[in-house]
C-alpha cells in the first residue's frame, strides 16, 4: 500500500471505509499516524547494522529499535506492543521510518544479514521462536537446528528445556550468532512455567496449601492459589466476601518459599492500603511497608527490607518520578511479583494512573478484581490486558469478533460470548458465593480497615488531646465533675464522628474516606449490575453519615430503602417491605434507630459504617439478617479507621463488653452512673485514649515572658488548654533529661523552670 492511496479525510479508528479489509484498513491509521506525529528518525549504522533504525518520539520522549527491508517484509521489526501484538508486520514507527528513507532518499537495505539469528515470531496467533538461517556456517546450523527446530524453523516445545545447549553449540560454530532478547525471555518465561508447574503438582497437596498462612484455606481458596500459582500471571475475579486477598497473600506466600519471587508489590486504592497492611501481618509473618506520599530517599532501607510494598494508585502517580530516579530507582518499575487490587479502577487506557500501572514490569502477576467486566466488553480486554497482553489481541480482531456495531462504529450488541469466556478463562478464575455456599461459615465477620484524610487525623488528635486532659483529671483527682464527664462523654463521641467524615462534626464541612469505600464495596458485590441479586443493609450510627451515602447513590442514579429515627413508623413499614419483595430494590440504608426489630432475612451483607460502643448494639445491626429464617451465608463488612479510637475500640475495649451496655451508646447514663462503675469505665478508656500529655510531661512556652506551663496541672496551674508548641532544640533536650523533675515539688519545678530560661537565653 502506498501513501498516496490514503484518503484525504482523516480515517475514524472505530469505522472502516467501505470496500477496505479490516487488515488495510488498521495498516492505513497507522500510515496515517506516521504522518501526522512528529518522530524523529536515524540510522543506526549503515556499516554494522544496515536497514536497522532508532525513531524517537518527539511527544512521549519513547524511542523505539525498527529494522525495515522494504514493504512488507516479514523481516521488518519494531520493538513496541503494537508491532507484538497487532499481527500487521507494521506499525506507526515501521512507516515513519518508511517515510524518512523515501524523503531523505535512502537506500532500502532489502538485503538478509549473513550470520544466523533467533528471533520470536509475533506474526501468528501465537508467539513462536524461530530460527532464521544466514548465509555463514549455512550447513553446520541447518544440522544443528534439525535437532532442536521443525521444518517450519519454529523451536519444538521438547527444547525449550535444553535450549541452553542448543545456544552454546552455536556459539561454537559462529561467534556472530544472535539470540534476540525477547526470544531468549520467552524461553525462560517457558522453562520457569514448566518447572513451577513440577513443583505445584509435587509439593502443594492441601496440607502444603494449608500450611502457607497462619490459618487453612477454604478448599475453594485452595483451588484459586493453585490456580493463580501455576498460571504466574491471572486475574482472580471471586465475588466480594470470598478471599480474595487471603488467597493473593497464599499465592505469593507459595512463590516466595520457592524463590520464584522476592519482593511483591501491593498495588490498591487509598482506602485500602493500610487493611493489606493489616492482612499481610496478620496471615503471615512477611513484613509490610505502605509507601506514603511523603516518602523520601530515607525511607530507602526500610523498602529494600520490605516482603511486601504497598502503593495506593492515587499516589502511585506522584511516584512515578520515585521509581525513575532517586528512592525507587533500582527497581525502575521492576518487581518480582506484582498485586493489583480492586483493578476495575484501571479499565481506562488513558488516565495516568492506567498508564504508570502499565509500565510496570514483573513476571508475576496477581489482578484482583469482583467486577472485571462492568458495563462494557473493553473493560475486559484492558483487565486481561495486565496479565497477557497477547491473549485476546490484537484489539481490532477483538472489537470485530465480538462487538456488533452500527455504522457510524456504536455499540449495538455482544455476539461469541461462550468463545470469549473459553478464552478468557485460561487466566481469569471466577467463583460466585452461590456455587461455594457449602464451603463458606454460616457468618464471615470482616474488617476493613480505612485511612483518614488529613482533615480527619487533625481533628480527631485535637479531640484525644481534649479526652486526653479529662483522663489525666480523673487520674489525679480520682474523681470528675459531672460537667467533666459530660464534656468526656462528648468529646469520645466526636472522635467516632470525625472517623466517619468531618460532615458528622460539621455540616459545613466534608472530608472522609468511608464514603467512597462503602462504594467500592458496592461495585464488588455486584449491585450495580443489572442482574444482581444480593441485598445490602448499611448501618451508621449518625444520620448525617447516612445521609452522605444516600447522596452518592443518588448521584449513582441507584434505588435504595432508607429509613432513620424521623421517619414515621407506617412509612417505615412500606420501605422495609418494599426492600424485602421488589428484587430491584437491593439497598437499605439505616441508623440504629430506625433498625429496632426488624426481620431482614432478604439481605445477606451488613455493612457497618462505624462501630458502637457497646458489642450489643453491633450485634443487634447483624441479627437484623443473620436470624431464623435466613437461607443465606451472612458476611459483616465493618469500616474501621486506622489508628483511631475505632481501631482501638476494637482492640482494647470490646473485651469489656458489660462496662458499655447502655452507657457509651446510651448517653446521660454516664454521667449519673455509680461512682465504681464510672472509675472502671475511665480506667478502661484511658487504654484507648493513648495521649502523651496524660503520661508525659510536656511545656507550654508564653513568648513574652518565658513562662514555663507543665502538664499534668492541677487545677490552679496555669492554662490547661493550650497546647504545646515544638520547643527550639536545646531546650526541648534539656527536658527530656529532666522528665522526671518536672513531676515533683514545687520548688523543685522552679528551679526547673530557671534553668530553662537560661536555655532559652541562648537561643
Known sequence: MKYADLPKQQLNHLRKPLNVSLEDWQVMLRMQQAQREDFDVECVSELFNPGEYRVQSRKTGGVYKVVYRGPQSPWNYC???????SRLGTCKHIESARLWIADHHKRIHRELPAYTSVFLSYRGSVRQVQIRIGDDHRREFQSLASRYFDSLNTLLPEAFETFGEFLREAQRIDASFRCYKDALDYVVEQRERIQRLAIIDKRYDDAALDRLLRFPLYSYQREGVRFAARKGRAILADEMGLGKTVQALATAELLRREHLVGQVLVLCPATLKFQWQHEIEHFTSSRAIVLESNATASHANALAEADFVIVSYASLQGKAALFETGLLADYSYHFDMVIMDEVQRLKNWNTQMSRVARRI??????????????????DLYSIVELVDQFLLAPYYLFRDRYIKTDDNGRTLSYRNLNELADRVGEVLLRRRKSEVLDQLPERMDINLYVPMTS???????????????????????????????????????????????????????????????????????????????????????????????AMELDQS????AYIHGNVPSNERAKRIQAFCENPELRILLSTDAGATGLNLQEASIVVNLDMPWNPAVLEQRVGRIHRLGQKQGIQVYNLIAKGTIEEDMLSKLRFKTSLFEGVLDGGEETVLMASQQFDNLISSISEAIEEPYSTVPQVQLQQDDLQLTVWPQTESEGNSDAIAPALPAQAASFLSDLSDLLLADEPVRRAVSEQLRKVLECQ
Not at 557 to 560: E, L, R, W
Open 79 to 85: 520493538d513496541c506492543m503494537d508491532f507484538k501484538t
Open 557 to 560: 442514579n441507584v434505588d435504595y
Open 455 to 549: 482533615e480527619q487525623r487533625d481533628a480527631h488528635d485535637s479531640l484525644r488531646h481534649q479526652a486526653a486532659r479529662l483522663v489525666a483529671k480523673w487520674h489525679r483527682q480520682h474523681a470528675l465533675s459531672e460537667a467533666d464527664r459530660k464534656q468526656l462523654l462528648l468529646t469520645l463521641s466526636q472522635m467516632r464522628m470525625v472517623c466517619d467524615s468531618l460532615y458528622v462534626l460539621d455540616e459545613h464541612s466534608r472530608y472522609d474516606t468511608k464514603v467512597e469505600e462503602v462504594m467500592s464495596i458496592l461495585d464488588q458485590c455486584g449491585i450495580f449490575e443489572v442482574d444482581g441479586q444480593t441485598k445490602i443493609i448499611i448501618f451508621s450510627q449518625w444520620e448525617r453519615m447516612t445521609r452522605l451515602v
Open 361 to 378: 514490569v514483573s513476571p508475576y502477576a496477581l489482578i484482583l478484581s469482583g467486577t472485571p467486566l462492568e458495563n462494557r466488553l473493553e
